[in-house]
Each structure stands twice: as C-alpha cells, then as structure tokens.
C-alpha cells in the first residue's frame, strides 16, 4: 500500500487528512501508524476491516465506493463491542424471542417428530435490530452472514427499519456466536421487540393493500363499461348491448361497496353508534344513496348509473388513507424499534458457595461465575453484577462494591449519587465509574420503572381522543347535505314530482366531500413524511393538527435543554501560577491523565480539551508517567516527572498541599453555582479550578427565542433544585418576569404531571417536552407529549412524537411544520367545500348531469391533491 | 355484436386472473420492504462469485500453511 504511506509522509508536512481504510472518515493525527498499510480511524474501523478482511468480504468496499459515488453514503465509525452475548443462548431467550421452524427440518430428516421435540436443536428464526446499518453495502454484508458463519442459513436485512432476519441451525451454531460476528462488523444486535405486534400489523397493512387491489379491478372495469356507454349515448348502441353493461356495472359497483367500500360503511356505523362525527360519515351516505339509485335506475332500464364514480371514489379514498397509513407506521416502527435498544440482559452471578459475604474475595478464587441472563431469568435476591457505563437493570440493594449513579432518568436531578454498600438503586439508572455488585429486590414488572411504566400505560389509554378538524366539519356537512337534500325534494314535489327524488339523490351523490376524504389525509402523510426527513417521528396526525396553534410548552431540563451529563463548565487558572506548566500544558496534562479514567468528571475533561487542537498539540510533548487513581476520590500522575494531582479540594488537603484563601474562596462560589468543583495541583502547588456541571446545549437559547417568537409560553419543569434550574433559565434567557412562575425545579413526577393536568383544563393546548421516566406521565398526559432524543423507553411509549436528534431545533422546525400542515388542510377544505356548495346548488336546481359531475369530481381532486403534495414539499424548502 | 358475450366475461376473468396474482404477491410479503431488495439485486450475482473465489483462495492459502 504504498499510496498510504505516500499520504502519511503528507500528513507530516501538509497536515493533509488521512481517511480511515474502512469507514473513510478522517483520522486523528495521534493514531496514524506510519508503519501500517492501513489506516484507522478508531479500533472499531480496525476491528471490523480486520474480520471483512479474513472472511474474504472484500467486495463489500467496492460496494461501499459505489454507494459513496452516488451520494447515498452518510459516513459513520464502526463499532464494536466485547460483549459475549451470551444471554442469547439462554433457554427463556429462545422462548421469548425466537421462532421456531421445524416443518422443514422434519420433511430433510428422517427422524420421528417425537424424537426432534426431545432435542433442544432444530432451526430457529429471530428479527433482530441492529445499530450501525446505513448504506447499500450493509445489506451486502449482512446477507453474506451464512457464507461466514457456519449454521447460518439466511440473513435478510430490511434496509429501513435496520431490522434482520435471521434464520440459524442451532445444532450448528448457537446464536451468541452469530451474534458476535455481527458484533465484530460492526453491528450490535438487539433483539426485536415486539416481534408478534409487528406481525399482526404486516397482516393488517396486507389486508388493506388487497382492498386497495380489489377497489382498483372494480374501478378500472366500472370505468371502461361507462366509457363504452357514454361512447354509446352519441353513437348507434343496441339496447341489449346497453343493458347488458349496465347490469354488470350493477354488479361491479356493488362489490366494490360491499368487498373495498365496507370500511367506509363500517367507519359510519360506528360513527352513528359513538355520536362523534367522522369524514365516513357523509361519504357512506354518497356511496349508499348512489348504489341504491344506480341499481333502481338499472332495474328500470332509464336514468343515471353512478358505478364508475363510485367505484373510482372507493379507490381514490382508499389510496389516500394507505399514505397516512403508511407514514404513522413507519414513525410508530421506528419508535418501536428503538425499544430494542434498551438492555434486557443482567449479569447474572452464580456462586458455587452459598456464602457471598466477601464477593470480590471469592471473585479472586474463582468460584463464581458470570453469566448474563435475559432479565426475564432474574429472581429476588439473585446477585447481579453491573459495569461501569451499563444500566441497572434491577431495583436492589448495592451488595459489593463502590461506585457513582446517574439517576437523571428517574429524577431528572444532574448530579451524581455516590453508591456504597447498602444503597438502593433503581432500574433504569446508570451506573457511572466501577463495577458494583447489586442484590436484586425487584425485577421485570415490579421495578419502580416498571410500575411507572404501568401508570403511563394507563394513562395513555384514557386520554380521549381528539376528533380531526375534517371529521368536525363532516359533522356540520352531513347536517347541512341532508337538510338540503330534504329540502330540494320538497320543493320538486311542488314543481315536478316525477323528479324530486332523482334531484335529491344526485344532490346526495355530487355532496360527497371526496376531494376533503382524500386531500387530508395525503396532506397529513406528506406532513409526517417531511418530518421524518427532519429526524422527526410523528406517530399520528391530530398530533401536528394540535400543534398548529400556539399555546404552552413545558420542557424538562436535564437531557433536553441540557445535555445530560457532566460537562466542564468553569476553568480557571490561580493567580499564584506554578511556573513548571504554561496553561496549554497544563490543560495538556490533565488531558493525559484524565484520558486514563472512567470517572464522569475525568469523561468530562476530556470532552472539553480534546475539541482544543491546541492541547492536543501540546499534550504529544508531555512524558505521563505512572498515573494512580485513588479510592478517596482522587488521581495523582507524573507528566515530565512532576506530580499532578486532581481531585475533590479535600483530597488535595489530605495529600498536604496547602490552600489560600484565595482558592478557598473561588471554590465556595463555584459550589455556590450548583457546580461540582475539582481542584489541580502540580508540584505540590494548587494551579487550577474546575467547576463541572450539565452542559447546555448549545441550540437551546436559540430554540428558546425561536418558539416565543411562534407566540408559545414556554416553561421549565425539572427534577433538579430550583438554583440549579434557575441558573440555566438565565442561561437560555427565560428569567423575565413573565416567564418566572413558569420555572420550576425540585418536581416530582407526580407534580409534572399535576402542572400539566391542570393546564389541561384550560383551552389552550399543553406541550410536554421530555426525555426521562420521570417526564413519562406528564407527556402521556399533555395534550401532545414530545420525547427527545436519548429518552428512556417509558417516555417514548407515552409521547405521540419523538425526535430523534438531540437537541431543542427540531422542535422549532416541528413547530413550523405543524402550522404549514394545518395551513394547507384548511385550503383544502375550502377548496373542496366551494366545489360541494357549487356542485349542490347545480343539483339542487336540477341542472346537474353525469358529465359535469364527472369533470367537476377530477378537477376538485387534482387541486386538493397536488396542494396537499406539493405545498409541504416545496413550499417546505423554502422556509425551512 | 355478440361477440360481446364473450369478451365482456372474458376481460373480467382476466382482471379477476390480475387480481388474484396481486393478492398472492401481497401475501407473500413481497410489498413489505420496498427499498432493500432495489438494492439487493444491483450487487447480489456478481459479488458472491467474488466472494466464493476469495473464499477459496483463503482456503487454499489455509493449506498451504
């Protein structure tokens, strides 16, 4: 490979980037190896290229190029993970997530079906979701799973939903080790949730594509028969002939009402039965009218067929409610899937001996062993092993070991708990810096989150739903077409007897709002679609209708406008500068060091500096010698053999570094701040001071300003201490006096979900922004509930739309969107309603025949429909 | 004109023949994923031949070893 190392010696002179061999993305000066062929940009990428390179998968960069030339590649890192997957081989793992297909095994083997059910082998069939998938060549490559894994039968990949179905021999193979090779090219499984769901809805989607099929046959033959017989009326016809066709329009057109056209009579049935007005409504009342009257006209051989009409009626709606259909399914999948992503696996520790007094001494010994087990698998008092970085997933008490824990995502407070034996500890929470051995008191159902979970469930099923803007006019409309039906009918008994009844049911026929029937809900899928481009999951459509009107927005704090983690947020060199280090070297060494541990402060660190090129820079320079991090709460390290320690300023006083009333001071006003303060010693001197707290996003001021300037009120509710909640309200500039009562910390999940019900009551609509369990009851209660990016698996079940990029933006462009929607359903509805009034009134007098009826009826649909399509797109592009 | 007797029927069993092939494509999921399998084909023959022969060039190196 000599044109990489012609790229390195570049590198050198020109700082030109080296692109990673596997996933093209530049990489960081520090990790080029001159000496290699290859370059990478992380060990995932190096990982990964590695186990393609063996496999003989080669092809799959060739592929990748292809992809990238035409520009549907987004470039990302690969990344692997260690974990052994070994819950997947667990018996209640099968039983939960895999199928079993044995049909086939059964027919290729001789063996008796008595002898298979004994064996624990045979194929099996799994969906699993997979993170990392993004390009044509991912599809590739997972498909070629069989070729390189033996007992592997099929991978199929559907490219969207990031979802693959495997299909395994488990005599050959067992599925930890499938898992692991997808592991090691870069795709962590998860097990999809909700398998049996999906297939129910597949079954669904198919049902209404075949009713889709059937309107279409009817439509198609109903409108050739109609041309015939209008062809018919200007030139010679055979009465025989013209019966002939008319009697099988008859038939067409009754099955296309009884067979496609149900759902419209279903839908108005039910609508009669709830007393809520539905857009079924008045289109049922159209189809009957004009079936009953196209049948008397064919059995009494004179007047109007309406067949065609109808049939092509029953397609067009049809068409139109499969687009929403299909887009609030793909929103409500994707949300689904990313349940996936939560764990479901616990470390599971089994000690031979009965005694686990001193665990990490028998850990020693050996004796115990870990294994991980589906959360399913889990009892009381089990012990259960959690790493640092991994969730618990139990409620219990800690039993060995000393860590920190991050309960944001029940509590929404931002700040660490420390953990030491005896604490209880909550499902759902992180655990922050070392390994801790948990006694489990509650898993699965009875956990604190799952009994939330419970709650919120409850509360989403009574939430009444909200009647669509079309449906309440549909209400008015069938009124309205029934009284002047009613009353064209009166007034031809007068005039005309012999026509009264034909004008009223052309009137009830032209009425039929279809172009309103299809215009919304193509608007509302091109709507959902535009959003989905946006990162944003929609997974209904009176969601955007509601958010078209300015009312109250409610945001939680912590994970939404902040990031959710520690951030570095004050650093400040002291007067009495330790001459050894200028600041950049400073900073450079606490990079090293910090680089070192896991701790959330030292994470933090890190963050901070490696965005410094500058420090990067410098920091190649320092020497790090030995680096010791003590249990205290504390490291201490040598960089060019001095010694630097970090650490809280009671372990810097208990190392006998002296202090002054300087520091002193600087650190009570950092403390003062609702930060967390670390001090920096360097050759026995204090140099620095940190002040750590949870980072603000950087859009969130902007977002902030933005939504007041749309005319919402926005609020803050958050689990965190009111100066804490205050001090980031000024941050986002939300401390005027208006907005004061707004702002409100130290809630409860249970006072979030106070604050909004009784905003409930008022008129105006109540927006609940959240990421955490403790938000879940609050967004399943508010009038639409959005969950953002990084949330916990209950607010996402409990919110109708979910963005999926962090951060306030997308909710501004939601918002934005929302009212364009909405703007365009109301034309719509105008427009389509003026073409009723003028179609009515021609009715009403008697002046209306098939051929205006049929060039009115296209004309109405073509300028709702392309308004709907077209004014979301296009006209979104611009002011988006 | 009474060839119409015939045709007539005849066009409809057609659109009924349509129909049932829809039906059946449906039900054999083949509209379920639209946007995978656009891609599958574009690389699906020629690759593997690639593959298999990668593959026994390994093979053969293993061998050799």
Redesign the interface.
């Known amino acids: 490979m000599v044109s990489s190392q012609t790229d390195n010696q570049q590198t050198k002179s020109s700082a030109k980037p080296v692109a990673c061999d596997h996933c093209g993305l530049p990489v960081p000066r520090g990790l080029i190896n001159e000496s290699a062929d290859k370059q990478f940009c992380c060990n995932g990428c190096k990982t990964v290229y590695e186990v393609i390179h063996a496999c003989g998968l080669d092809p799959y960069y060739s592929i990748r190029q292809r992809a990238e030339d035409t520009g549907q590649l987004k470039k990302q890192k690969a990344s692997t993970s260690s974990r052994k997957y070994s819950e997947f081989d667990d018996d209640k793992f099968y039983e939960l997530y895999c199928q079993r297909l044995d049909q086939l095994r059964a027919i290729t083997e001789t063996e008796s079906q008595e002898d298979m059910d004994e064996t624990s082998g045979g194929r099996f069939a799994i969906d699993f979701y997979l993170e990392g998938v993004h390009c044509a060549a991912c599809v590739w490559l997972i498909e070629k799973l069989p070729m390189v894994c033996d007992g592997v039968l099929e991978a199929r990949l559907n490219l969207g939903k990031s979802l693959v179905r495997i299909t395994w021999d488990r005599d050959t193979v067992e599925l930890s080790k499938v898992a692991r090779m997808l592991d090691s090219l870069g795709y962590a499984s998860h097990p999809a949730q909700g398998s049996e769901a999906r297939l129910i809805r597949t079954r669904e989607d198919h049902k209404f594509l075949i009713r889709i099929g059937a309107a279409a046959v009817c439509a198609g033959n109903t409108m050739l028969i109609a041309f015939a017989l209008y062809a018919g009326m200007f030139s010679w016809m055979e009465d025989q002939h013209r019966e002939l066709f008319r009697w099988l329009s008859l038939a067409i057109g009754v099955v296309a009402l009884a067979w496609p056209g149900q759902i419209f009579l279903r839908g108005a049935w039910a609508a009669i039965r709830t007393k809520t007005p539905h857009l079924d409504l008045p289109i049922a009342v159209a189809l009957v009218a004009g079936t009953i009257a196209g049948a008397a006209h064919t059995f009494r051989g004179v007047g109007e067929i309406y067949f065609d009409s109808l049939s092509v009626l029953i397609l067009l709606l049809l068409v139109g409610r499969w687009f929403q259909h299909r887009q609030q399914r793909n929103a409500d999948d994707a949300v689904q899937l990313l349940f996936s992503l939560t764990p479901r696996s616990a470390r599971l520790v089994d000690c031979k001996e009965q005694d686990e007094s001193n665990i990490t001494q028998l850990f020693d010994n050996s004796e115990c062993e870990v294994r991980e087990v589906p959360i399913e698998g889990i009892n009381e008092n089990d012990i259960v092993e959690v790493r640092a970085g991994g969730v618990f997933s139990v409620d219990g008490d800690v039993f060995a070991g000393k860590s920190s824990v991050n309960e944001a995502i029940l509590t929404g407070e931002s700040r660490m708990r420390d953990l030491v034996v005896g604490d209880h500890v909550c499902a759902g929470t992180v655990n922050e810096s070392a390994t801790v051995w948990v006694k489990v008191r509650q898993a699965g159902e009875g956990t604190r989150i799952g009994k939330l979970m419970q709650f919120v469930e409850k509360f989403a099923r009574e939430k009444s739903p909200s009647v669509a803007l079309a449906d309440r006019i549909a209400g008015y409309f069938v009124v309205i077409v029934i009284a002047i039906a009613t009353l064209t009918w009166l007034s031809w008994m007068f005039i005309d007897s012999t026509v009264a009844t034909e004008h009223a049911i052309a009137l009830l026929i032209v009425a039929c709002p279809c172009a309103l029937g299809l215009a919304t809900p193509l608007t509302i899928a091109s709507g959902i679609g535009k959003a989905a481009k946006l990162n944003i999951l929609v997974k209904g459509g009176s969601a955007l209708e509601k958010l078209a009107k300015p009312g109250r927005i409610y945001l939680d704090k912590t994970g939404t406008i902040t990031k959710g983690q520690t951030t570095l947020r004050s650093f400040s060199t002291t007067s009495t500068q330790n001459k050894s280090f200028t600041d950049t070297q400073l900073k450079a060494a606490i990079l090293l060091i910090e680089q070192q541990s896991s701790h959330h402060i030292a994470k933090a660190f890190v963050e901070a500096f490696c965005a410094d090129d500058s420090i990067v820079d410098a920091s190649y320079d320092l020497k790090l010698g030995e680096v010791e991090q003590l249990p205290e709460g504390g490291i201490v390290a040598e960089i060019n053999n001095k010694q630097i320690v970090i650490g809280a300023k009671r372990f810097i006083e208990s190392r006998n570094i002296t202090t002054n009333t300087n520091v002193d001071e600087y650190v009570n006003s950092i403390i003062n701040e609702g930060l967390t303060c670390v001090v920096i010693a360097a050759d026995n001197k204090i140099t620095a001071v940190a002040g750590f707290g949870d980072g603000i996003r950087n859009d969130s001021a902007d977002a902030i300003t933005q939504l007041k300037q749309l005319g919402w009120q926005v609020g803050i509710l958050s689990g965190d201490g009111q100066e804490i909640v205050d001090e980031v309200a000024q941050h986002v500039g939300l401390n005027d006096r208006n907005t004061k009562d707004e702002i409100k910390g130290g809630m409860s999940p249970e006072d979030k979900l106070n604050v909004v019900k009784d905003h409930e009551q008022s008129d105006a609509l109540t927006v609940m922004v959240g990421d955490g369990v403790n938000d879940a009851a609050a967004l399943a209660a508010a009038d639409v509930g959005i969950a953002v990016n990084g949330g916990a698996e209950a607010s996402l079940s409990a919110a109708d739309i979910y963005l999926a990029q962090p951060g306030l933006t997308g909710i501004v462009e939601l918002l934005v969107l929302a009212k364009r929607t909405t703007k365009i359903i109301r034309k719509n509805l105008l427009i389509s309603l003026s073409y009723n009034v003028i179609a009515v009134l021609l009715a009403a007098f008697g002046l209306i025949n098939p051929l205006v009826a049929a060039v009115l009826m296209p004309i109405s649909s073509l300028t709702v429909i392309s308004l709907a399509v077209g004014g979301i797109w296009i006209g979104g592009k611009r002011r988006l | 004109?009474s060839v119409?007797?015939i045709v007539?029927p005849l066009?409809?069993v057609l659109?009924?023949v349509?129909?049932g092939a829809?039906?059946w494509s449906?039900?054999g999921?083949q509209?379920?994923?639209l946007?995978?399998p656009s891609?599958?084909m574009?690389?699906d023959d020629e690759?593997i031949r690639?593959?298999d022969e990668?593959?026994e060039?390994?093979a053969d190196e293993a061998k050799k070893n």
């Open positions: 004109m119409i007797y007539l066009a409809l659109a009924l349509a129909l829809f039906i449906v039900k999921g509209f379920d994923d946007s995978t891609l599958r574009l690389h690759q690639k593959a990668d593959d060039n390994d």
